[in-house]
């Protein structure tokens, strides 16, 4: 598809050839892409709400799938700790997890827990 440009006075004008989407790659700078993943992947697990926590714990515990927990230990001073597991008891305030190979149990409070994801599988 060309488009007329006869009736322009300049040469340059008329022969000019659209690079179609090529003129737009501009937009798109290292920064821009930069920024862009980190406004996916900087979603802060301790945006989590009370409910939510309950909420992705309650469907891990229905589901008996394992999950992968990042929480706060009982000492200020230390990093977040993880732990593996299913989960063997819920309440309102705290849940028990069990890891499947070496059967220890970790209790942990909601207010510890800082994130919660399906882990894989682990034969």
């Known amino acids: 598809m060309s488009v007329d440009r006869s009736y322009l006075s300049s040469k ?3 022969q000019y050839q659209d690079r179609k989407m090529a003129k ?20 802060s697990p301790a945006r989590l709400s009370p409910k939510e ?23 200020p ?16 305030d705290h849940c028990a997890i069990e890891d499947p190979l070496s059967r220890n149990f970790l209790l942990l409070a909601f207010e510890q827990i800082i994130d919660i994801t399906l882990a894989e599988e682990v034969e």
Request: proline residues 0%.
């Open 12 to 14: 340059a004008a008329r």
């Open 24 to 43: 737009w790659m501009g937009f798109f700078l290292s920064e821009h892409s930069s920024a862009l993943s980190h406004s996916f992947t900087d979603s």
């Open 53 to 75: 926590k309950f909420l992705l714990l309650s469907q891990a515990y229905v589901q008996k799938l394992s999950i992968s927990l990042i929480y706060q230990g009982n000492h």
């Open 77 to 92: 001073n230390k990093a977040h700790q993880s732990f593996t597991g299913t989960l063997k008891e819920l309440n309102l």
